[in-house]
């Protein structure tokens, strides 16, 4: 074997080869893209041990391991598509190995391309390899991703919205349990303080409700004219005029979000739903297209990713993280996509599936929180979808709650 650094930047990499014993064989700085590949591959040919001269291309390839900081992008493709072993290093798994060498405090390009190349050549069997999947399953991570960070950014100008709202039209609070509903956003346009809010014609207020699929009309608009035209304290007028300026431009910027999230929702949907495990995904209880798309593109397809249920659980994030020094001991959870995802799964599987409710009820009524309680219970399901994927079988819901395991 031999091993390879990358230490990657916007506009170069600084690469560094290692053989087997750890000798330095080549150091370079080369440029992203196609040139930087080409004289990568050129590199690794001119270092090649006499003895791999036999070995057909893929033989060869295959028995040289990089270490680079990240698992996306059009680099890392290239890598793949080359045969070479690449290992995603977690940067803090990185920095850590570096104190391990060195206590100064000194870094540099060249010498992080040095720390990555002695990670994967004497501690490789502790980290993942990149994994292999489908471009399918590639593109419903990137979908998702992209998708869940619209919607992350639409709760943050929602809340935005609600401080500004509080400080100068609170009656506005009230009105509206969800800032980012269609009904909330299209009245708050036409009247973004207290003034014009109650001038607001009752006609205006029920086509607006209307528009926007809401039950019992007529109650609901008294309701929000009843609010809107109580008495209540007011800001100066320059301050209220500099705040309604404000509440319209959140108001803008939600509305976009919304059309966004939907629209690319919609493309999302197309995408995970021609993916070959698509069914089993759905099949699962608590499951919709937008969730399932999500556990679809963080867990990937690559059969062999996962050695077994315990891996994927793992890899999920809903085994606990368990600190201990001394008397002291904390459980921590992981703060991960996927985790997140998972979580929100448990919760929603219990509508829908008897089985996932009673294993909840089981945990509950053994003292267990209700957090901690659908941490097991995401735990229990992500062990299902491994047996479904690996049986290639739809969810089956006797079989999967047959025997109730009340196990972290």
Request: aromatic share 6%; with cysteine.
């Amino acid at each position: 074997m031999i091993w390879i650094g990358d230490d990657w930047a916007e506009d170069h990499h600084d690469i560094e080869i290692l053989d087997e014993d750890g000798r330095r064989l080549a150091r370079a700085r080369l440029p992203e893209g196609l040139e930087g590949i080409t004289r990568l591959h050129t590199l690794v040919a001119e270092h090649m041990p006499d003895s791999w001269s036999d070995l057909d291309p893929v033989q060869a390839s295959g028995r040289v391991g990089i270490g680079i900081e990240t698992d996306r992008g059009t680099w890392v493709q290239a890598l793949l598509a080359a045969g070479y072993q690449v290992y995603a290093i977690n940067p803090m798994s990185s920095a850590r190995y570096r104190e391990r060498h060195s206590t100064s405090g000194a870094k540099s390009d060249a010498g992080d391309a040095h720390v990555l190349a002695e990670i994967v050549r004497l501690d490789h069997d502790h980290h993942r390899q990149v994994a292999g999947d489908s471009p399918a399953a590639e593109a419903v991570k990137l979908l998702a991703r992209a998708h869940q960070s619209l919607v992350w950014d639409r709760t943050r100008q929602v809340l935005r919205l609600r401080s500004v709202l509080r400080e100068f039209f609170p009656a506005a609070l009230q009105a509206f349990d969800d800032l980012a509903a269609g009904d909330a956003l299209e009245l708050l346009d036409r009247a973004p303080d207290p003034n014009q809010a109650a001038r607001l014609a009752r006609l205006t207020v029920v086509a607006v409700l209307r528009r926007a699929g809401r039950r019992n009309l007529d109650g609901r608009a008294t309701t929000i004219q009843q609010i809107f035209k109580t008495q209540q304290l007011r800001q100066p007028r320059p301050a209220q005029t500099a705040y309604a300026a404000i509440v319209s431009s959140q108001v803008q910027l939600i509305n976009v979000l919304n059309i966004e999230i939907n629209e690319l929702g919609r493309v999302m949907a197309d995408h995970s739903g021609r993916h070959r495990d698509a069914e089993r995904y759905l099949s699962l209880p608590g499951l919709g297209v937008v969730l399932g798309a999500r556990i679809l593109g963080e867990f990937g397809d690559d059969p062999d990713r996962y050695a077994d249920a315990k891996a994927r659980r793992n890899y999920a994030g809903t085994s606990p993280i368990t600190r201990a020094s001394g008397r002291r001991r904390v459980v921590l959870a992981r703060n991960r996509r996927l985790a997140d995802a998972v979580h929100q799964w448990a919760f929603c599987a219990m509508r829908g599936s008897p089985g996932a409710r009673a294993y909840y009820q089981a945990l509950r009524s053994r003292g267990i929180g209700h957090q901690a309680a659908l941490r097991q219970l995401g735990n229990r399901l992500v062990g299902i979808l491994h047996g479904c994927l690996k049986a290639k079988t739809a969810y089956d819901e006797a079989t999967a709650w047959a025997h109730l395991q009340l196990t972290a």
